[in-house]
C-alpha cells in the first residue's frame, strides 16, 4: 500500500498528501508515516515546504483524517499556522481559496453544500479543464433546481396541515428542517426520500414545542399516554391542537408505511409506531419541572436527562432507515 502512495512522486508532498487523504477516507489502512520523508533530520517538517501554498493545502487536507497520529497533529497545526500567515500576502482569489480549505477542509464539509464555492474559487485558474468547469456548473444547476422543486412540496404540504394556525406557539420552520434530509440524502436522484423524511422531521420539532410550551403536565402525560397505545378514542380530552398533531403523525406514519410495503413488500407501520418514544419528551419536561419547581440544580440532573433523551435521536435515524 504504502508504493501506491508514494508512486514516482516521492518529493511532491501534495502528490502524496492527495493519495494518503483519498485511500483514507476511502477506508484503506494507511500509515500516515508517509509523511516522515518530508521531515528533516530534528523531526520537523522541511522549511521549504513553507515556499508551496498548493503543497501546504494538500497536507492541511490530509491532517483532516487523523485518527489521532501524531505526526497529523503536527502536519496540521504546521500547514494551518503558516497558510494564515501567508493571507495577507496573497491577491484576492488566491486568499479566497485558502481560506476557503482552512474553513471547510474537504472531510468536514457536505461536497453538495460546497461546490459553489469550489466553482467560484476556481474560474481562472491555470490548469483547470474548462470543460469540466462546465459540467459542475451545470450538475450543480440541475441539483438546485431539484432542491428548490422539493422545498415547494416541503412549503405546499406544511402549509395545507394547518398547524401552524392552531399552534401558534410553534415554530414554522420546514425549509430548516428540510436541511437535515437535504444533507444525508444528498443523491439528487433520491428526492422522494428527502420529503417523506422531512415530514417526521417537521413533528418532532412540533411534538418537541407542544412539550416545551404548549401543554400542561397532565396535558401531557395523557398525551403521551394515548400515542404509546395509538389510540385515537384517548384523544377526546385533550386540546384540538394535541388532536391535530397526532392525526398528522399517523397519518404520516400509514403513507410512509404504505410507500414501503408496495416498494418493498414489509409494512413498517407496527415498527415505525414503537420508534416514536414520546417518553423522552414527556421526561423532558418532567426535567425542566423538576429542576424548576424543587430547585434542583439543572447540572445536577443533566446524567439523568441525557440517559433519555438520546431516544430521539434513535427515532429519526429509525424513520429514515425505514424510507430509506
Not at 521549504?48 to 501524531?70: F, K, P, T
Request: charged share 25%.
Amino acid at each position: 500500500m504504502k508504493s501506491s502512495i508514494h508512486g514516482d512522486c516521492d518529493e511532491d508532498l501534495y502528490e502524496v498528501a492527495l493519495r494518503f487523504r483519498l485511500l483514507r477516507q476511502e477506508g484503506y489502512t494507511v500509515p500516515a508515516d508517509v509523511l516522515n520523508n518530508f521531515k528533516n533530520k530534528e523531526g520537523k517538517f522541511k522549511q521549504n515546504l513553507r515556499e508551496d501554498i498548493r503543497e501546504l493545502m494538500g497536507l492541511y487536507e490530509a491532517s483532516q483524517l487523523s485518527i489521532g497520529e501524531d505526526i497529523l497533529e503536527e502536519a496540521g497545526n504546521f500547514s494551518s499556522l503558516l497558510l494564515n500567515a501567508c493571507l495577507q500576502h496573497l491577491d484576492r482569489h488566491q486568499a479566497a481559496v485558502v481560506k476557503n480549505t482552512l474553513e471547510h477542509p474537504h472531510h468536514k464539509s457536505w461536497a453538495r453544500f460546497m461546490t459553489k464555492n469550489f466553482l467560484t474559487d476556481f474560474q481562472g485558474t491555470n490548469g483547470w479543464i474548462n470543460a469540466l468547469q462546465e459540467l459542475a456548473k451545470i450538475d450543480f444547476n440541475m441539483v438546485k433546481s431539484v432542491h428548490q422543486k422539493e422545498m415547494l412540496q416541503i412549503s405546499k404540504w406544511w402549509k395545507g396541515l394547518g398547524l401552524t394556525e392552531e399552534l401558534k406557539f410553534a415554530r414554522d420552520q420546514p425549509l430548516k428542517w428540510y436541511m437535515w434530509p437535504m444533507a444525508i440524502i444528498p443523491d439528487p436522484r433520491l428526492s422522494e426520500q428527502r420529503i417523506e423524511l422531512t415530514k417526521p422531521i417537521s413533528l418532532i420539532y412540533i411534538i418537541d414545542d407542544i412539550f416545551d410550551v404548549g401543554g400542561t403536565l397532565d396535558e401531557l402525560t395523557l398525551f403521551t399516554e394515548a400515542v404509546n397505545r395509538w389510540d385515537l378514542s384517548a384523544f377526546k380530552e385533550l386540546p384540538e391542537y394535541m388532536k391535530m398533531c397526532f392525526k398528522t403523525l399517523d397519518d404520516i406514519t400509514n403513507e410512509i408505511s404504505t410507500k414501503v410495503h408496495k416498494e418493498h413488500k414489509w409494512n413498517p407501520v407496527g415498527s415505525l409506531r414503537k420508534a416514536v418514544i414520546f417518553k423522552t419528551f414527556l421526561y423532558g419536561f418532567q426535567w425542566d419541572y423538576k429542576c424548576s419547581t424543587l430547585n434542583r440544580s439543572p447540572i445536577a440532573a443533566v446524567g439523568e436527562f441525557m440517559q433519555r433523551i438520546s431516544s430521539r435521536g434513535k427515532m429519526v435515524c429509525f424513520w429514515a432507515c425505514a424510507k430509506g
